[in-house]
C-alpha cells in the first residue's frame, strides 16, 4: 500500500516502479484522494497497472483533501460524489462510454479505449468506518482499509458496522475485504519506536475533527488530548496538521505527550512475540489482513517470520 500525496510521492511513478521489481505481490494505492484525478485519469490509471504488470493491483481511494473539485465548490468528495465517482470508474473499465452530468461535474463524453477483457482492478475505500461511510463501502467497494491508531475495540465496532451493512444489502459480509493497519515497531530501540508511533499518532490527533474521533472511538480521555495540541512547536504553524510542516523525527516534542498508554492500545510494539499477540488481537476482532503501518519490511522481517510461524 502506497498513499499520494502531493509532493514526491505521486502513486503510479512509485506502485509502477515497485511492480516493475515484483512478479507476486499485489500493488494498492492507500489511498488516492478522488479529487486529486479527473475520473477518467484515474480510471485509465489503474486499467493501465492491470494491463502493464497483470490482475495485481488494488485501487483504494477515499474522500481526502479538496483538488480539481474545488474548483467546483467541493472542498472535499461527499459520499454522493464518491457513489458516483465509483460507478463512473466500473462503467469506464467495462469499456462503456460515459456521459455525466452530476455533483462531480460535467463530463459529456468519457471512454477508454481498447480496455477489451481486461481485468477491473478490486476498489477499496480508505475510511474510518463511520456509519454514512459504512453503507457506502457496503453498496460500492470491494474491501475497507481501516487508517491506524484504533484499538482493537475500536476496530471490533467498526467491523460490526461495516458487517451490518452488508446484510442490510443483502450481501455476503465477508465479500467485503477489511484491513486494518497497525504502527509495527518490533524489537526496536525507544528512539525509534517514539518515532514511529507517538510522533506518527500526533500527525493524527492534531487533525481536527480527526483527532477527536479518534478518541472517542478508542475511549481515551478527551482532556488529554488538548496539550498535545497546544504544544509550543505548533505556535504559528502555518499548515492545518502538523505532518505537513514537520517530518516525524521533528515532532519528539509533542510525541512526548502522547500517553503511552494510548500507543501500547494501538501498536505493536516491543518484542517480537508481544506484537504477534498485538496483531492477532486486531484479527480477533474482526479484520480480515493487517497492514503494517509507519516501519518498513526490513523492520518488520522477524515479525512477518514470526506471524508465519504461529499456531
Not at 468506518?129 to 475495540?153: E, H, I, M, N, Y
Amino acid at each position: 500500500f502506497l498513499s499520494e500525496r502531493w509532493n514526491l510521492k505521486e502513486a503510479a511513478v512509485i506502485l509502477g516502479a515497485v511492480a516493475a521489481r515484483t512478479e507476486r505481490i499485489d500493488i494498492a494505492s492507500g489511498i488516492i484522494t478522488t479529487a486529486a484525478r479527473h475520473p477518467l485519469h484515474m480510471a485509465g490509471m489503474a486499467a493501465t497497472m492491470q494491463a502493464t504488470f497483470g490482475p495485481r493491483f488494488v485501487l483504494g481511494i477515499g474522500r481526502g483533501n479538496p483538488g480539481w473539485l474545488s474548483g467546483a465548490g467541493l472542498g472535499m468528495t461527499g459520499y454522493a460524489e464518491l457513489t458516483d465517482y465509483v460507478g463512473i470508474l466500473r462503467r469506464l473499465w467495462r469499456g462503456e462510454r460515459v456521459a455525466y452530468s452530476g455533483p462531480l461535474g460535467e463530463f459529456p463524453q468519457m471512454e477508454l479505449e481498447d480496455v477489451g477483457d481486461l481485468e477491473p482492478p478490486p476498489l477499496w475505500f480508505g475510511t474510518l468506518g463511520q456509519a454514512r461511510a459504512a453503507k457506502v463501502a457496503a453498496a460500492c467497494f470491494d474491501g475497507v482499509l481501516l487508517p491506524p491508531v484504533f484499538t482493537p475495540r475500536a476496530t471490533e465496532s467498526i467491523v460490526a458496522r461495516l458487517r451490518t451493512e452488508c446484510e442490510r444489502l443483502d450481501r455476503d459480509p465477508s465479500s467485503l475485504r477489511i484491513a486494518q493497519s497497525v504502527i509495527t515497531a518490533p524489537d526496536l530501540d525507544e528512539l525509534e519506536t517514539r518515532t514511529l508511533a507517538h510522533a506518527r499518532a500526533v500527525t493524527y490527533l492534531d487533525a481536527p475533527g480527526y483527532g477527536e474521533m479518534l478518541v472517542e472511538l478508542n475511549g481515551w480521555d478527551p482532556a488529554r488530548l488538548a496539550p498535545v495540541r497546544a504544544h509550543e512547536q505548533f505556535h504559528g504553524m502555518e499548515t492545518a496538521v502538523s505532518d505537513l510542516s514537520f517530518h516525524r523525527t521533528q515532532l519528539l516534542g509533542p510525541a512526548s505527550l502522547v500517553p503511552d498508554e494510548w500507543m501500547e492500545q494501538s501498536c505493536a510494539l516491543g518484542p517480537v512475540a508481544q506484537c504477534v499477540k498485538t496483531l492477532q488481537s486486531f484479527r480477533d476482532a474482526g479484520a480480515d489482513e493487517i497492514v503494517t503501518y509507519g516501519s518498513t519490511p526490513r523492520q518488520n522481517a522477524a515479525l512477518a517470520d514470526a506471524w508465519r510461524k504461529k499456531p
